[in-house]
């Protein structure tokens, strides 16, 4: 039932502040409303409790001195009003045995009440017992006759107090006095006063969390922003004070942040142009080497450095392109550079898949895939693809053949320059950016890069996996 009800409380519980504030403070009224409910019930029992107590203190004394002046219970004079629904009710005998029937249910706090009131008047007794018990159906000629002399107070009553004292000389003195119905005002009354309680203080309070949710829903969009573009855009205070000083305290820091990767793109620029620069023209001068051996791998190596700092720099600049999303055919991409490895005399294979368009930055996704099939065909021999539509994304999964990666050491290769292969040459497995860069692409994008070790039925090694998650919308 734990697992069933679960999904539901969270449906129903809200996930914004404001309303988890507004929903937390109603249940705590509510609940305060339940107690103060509660207290006010027992409150009402001690008070009719207390009623009965005192009612059956004064019979029991008025039976006492009837009993010692030797006068009759109940007097006959009263002929007709002997019968009214009141006096019906309100019984004083004195028998042999004790009139409480064993399966009665006792009534301790009225005996204490008891008591302690009976010796202070002279009442004197052996033992005193008390207990609840049904009152009489109330018969037509009974009710005509209350009508008649106004007699309606026992119209409610569905309860009788049996309170019996045995006298010194053996014999048990009994009378029945009914307890008091428990009002039905003080449901309505609890009620009204809920209403009350959360007119005077919800109102007020969803107006104030609304005023604070709209703060925050602003803070919170300029975050989203600077996420995205890392342009510093001042966002307005409001609110509180706290909540103000947060929005300015967030703006001064996005605008040193803004700043700093402004600086860091100019000296980047500065140094890609400085090194491109003299790495040209040292190609130019190599180009006139006579030995050709020699000649080919300088110039294989001024494109591995050449490269390098072009992967650098791509890096440095993710989250900071100025390229706008625009719609593509993730299908009709992937095959484009299927072919591209294709033409190349690359195994690359990708299996049929549906029409899937994403919102994407085409050249810097399309710069991703290269780099994960790229690294699928030269550590696997081959890279198999395939593409799948979930609720809101996207999944691109590339399977080849290689040996694996050590599980404790599939996380080091998605940082910057870490590669399992002790070279660093082009032929062998390039820089050690690929994966580093296809990830921040992922992540620019809202999407993950992940690398898992494809493993057979028997938990053997079979190749590597490379699943990237694109949103689609």
């Not at 190596?301 to 993730?330: F, K």
Request: aromatic share 2%.
């Amino acid at each position: 039932m734990t697992l069933l009800r679960r999904p539901v409380f969270k449906r129903l519980w809200p996930s914004s502040l404001a309303g988890r504030l507004l929903l937390t403070i109603a249940l705590a009224l509510l609940v305060g409303q339940l107690v103060n409910g509660v207290l006010l019930v027992r409150a009402q029992r001690a008070q009719a409790m207390d009623r009965v107590a005192a009612e059956a203190a004064v019979r029991l004394i008025a039976a006492t001195d009837r009993i010692e002046q030797g006068r009759p219970l109940r007097e006959r004079r009263l002929g007709r009003m002997n019968r009214a629904p009141g006096l019906r009710l309100r019984r004083t005998e004195l028998t042999p045995a004790n009139p409480l029937d064993p399966g009665i249910r006792v009534l301790p706090q009225l005996e204490q009440r008891l008591s302690a009131i009976l010796p202070s008047y002279g009442v004197e007794y052996r033992q005193i017992a008390a207990g609840a018990m049904p009152a009489p159906p109330r018969p037509r000629r009974m009710a005509r006759l209350s009508a008649e002399i106004g007699g309606n107070d026992d119209g409610e009553i569905r309860q009788l107090a049996l309170i019996a004292i045995e006298r010194p000389d053996g014999q048990w003195l009994s009378v029945r006095v009914p307890v008091p119905e428990a009002s039905s005002r003080i449901g309505s009354t609890i009620i009204v006063q809920t209403v009350v309680l959360y007119l005077v203080m919800l109102v007020p309070l969803v107006w104030l969390t609304r005023r604070i949710a709209r703060s925050m829903g602003a803070l919170r969009d300029g975050v989203a922003q600077f996420e995205q573009t890392q342009q510093a855009e001042p966002i307005t205070p409001s609110g509180p004070s706290d909540l103000a000083d947060l929005t300015r305290s967030f703006n001064a820091m996005s605008a040193r942040i803004s700043a700093m990767l402004n600086e860091k793109d100019v000296m980047l620029g500065a140094i890609g142009h400085d090194l491109k620069t003299p790495l040209a023209a040292l190609r130019v001068r190599v180009e006139s080497v006579p030995d050709d051996r020699q000649r080919a791998r300088m110039v294989a190596s001024i494109d591995d450095i050449t490269r390098t700092l072009d992967d650098i720099l791509s890096l440095a600049r993710i989250g900071r392109t100025g390229e706008a999303p625009e719609p593509v055919n993730l299908g009709a991409l992937v095959e484009m550079i299927a072919d591209e490895y294709r033409d190349l005399g690359q195994d690359v294979e990708l299996a049929d898949c549906e029409r899937i368009v994403a919102p994407l930055q085409l050249t810097w996704i399309r710069r991703a895939l290269r780099n994960v099939i790229g690294n699928a065909v030269r550590y696997g021999t081959r890279a198999r693809i395939s593409i799948m539509r979930q609720a809101k994304s996207a999944t691109i999964t590339i399977d080849d053949d290689g040996p694996g990666i050590p599980d404790d050491q599939i996380e080091r290769m998605f940082e910057p320059f870490t590669r399992l292969e002790a070279s660093r040459n082009m032929a062998t497995g390039g820089t050690g950016l690929g994966l580093t860069l296809a990830r921040a692409v992922a992540h620019q994008h809202g999407g993950t890069l992940t690398v898992q070790n494809r493993r057979g039925a028997g938990g053997a090694i079979e190749g590597l996996r490379a699943v990237l998650t694109l949103p689609v919308g």
